[in-house]
């Protein structure tokens, strides 16, 4: 059995595990939390920073309480590699793991945002993973985050116009939906984009990178110390973080 924590960074309780309870089974387990204190959606470099140490002491208590992987629910990433710095077990982004699946399906891929304002955000994390060159645009669809579930229809429709242009115009060959919240949304966007003569991969990122950690928890693959290696004993005043306990 393979325990995944659904990290979830927002205040706000975006539920992930229920809906994705169709993976769990006899070797696979789904567990989330959610912050106490943070933003109520991630929408901004300042909201990352706010929901940073809550994050981190999640991902800790997550693995103390014996999770085998973690998962950050959010495409911006957030306090990913303090995460991975701070616990042994592997930690996934569902921004990264997008991303690196998309360029592995296609030449070019391009990445579908809530607001414009985040923009400059993915293009910027494109080319910190490594993965400028393979990314065609960033489109955005102007529906803040916590309005994305009561204006599903209308979400919908901007998705798929906002890929059709990316297909046509940008060379995009992979749609990446950058948002954890636009769920169940992408086989649809694929059934109304083939009826247009542009069938192409649709990724929504949580469920496949639940399976992705679940696949590296088994193989018994995490991160490299060396590369981000457990923080230095301090004194880290004002911040009520769970004693780290590294798992081998």
Request: with cysteine; hydrophobic share 45%; proline share 6%.
């Amino acid at each position: 059995m393979v325990t995944v924590h659904l990290v979830v960074p927002t205040t706000t309780k975006f539920e992930f595990a229920a809906p994705l309870s169709y993976l769990e089974g006899p070797d696979l387990k789904l567990m989330e939390s959610h912050l106490e204190r943070g933003p109520a959606s991630i929408e901004c470099e300042y909201d990352e920073l706010v929901a940073g140490p809550e994050t981190v002491a999640a991902a800790i208590r997550a693995q103390n309480d014996g999770a085998d992987a973690i998962v950050v629910v959010c495409m911006g990433d957030p306090a990913l590699h303090a995460v991975r710095e701070a616990v042994s077990v592997p930690v996934l982004g569902i921004g990264e793991t997008a991303m690196h699946y998309a360029a592995m399906l296609g030449h070019k891929f391009s990445i579908l945002c809530t607001l414009d304002r985040r923009r400059s955000y993915y293009v910027d994390k494109a080319r910190q993973y490594g993965l400028d060159s393979k990314l065609a645009s960033v489109r955005t669809v102007n529906t803040p985050v916590l309005a994305i579930e009561d204006d599903h229809a209308s979400t919908l429709d901007r998705l798929v116009e906002a890929a059709a242009v990316a297909i046509i115009q940008d060379g995009a060959d992979v749609i990446v939906l950058g948002c954890g919240c636009f769920k169940d949304m992408d086989r649809m966007m694929e059934e109304r984009l083939a009826a247009r003569g542009l069938a192409v991969p649709v990724i929504d990122s949580p469920p496949l990178t639940v399976l992705t950690a679940a696949a590296l928890a088994r193989t018994r693959l995490s991160h490299s110390k060396r590369a981000y290696p457990i923080p230095p004993a301090k004194e880290r005043p004002g911040y009520d973080v769970p004693s780290l306990k590294e798992r081998r």
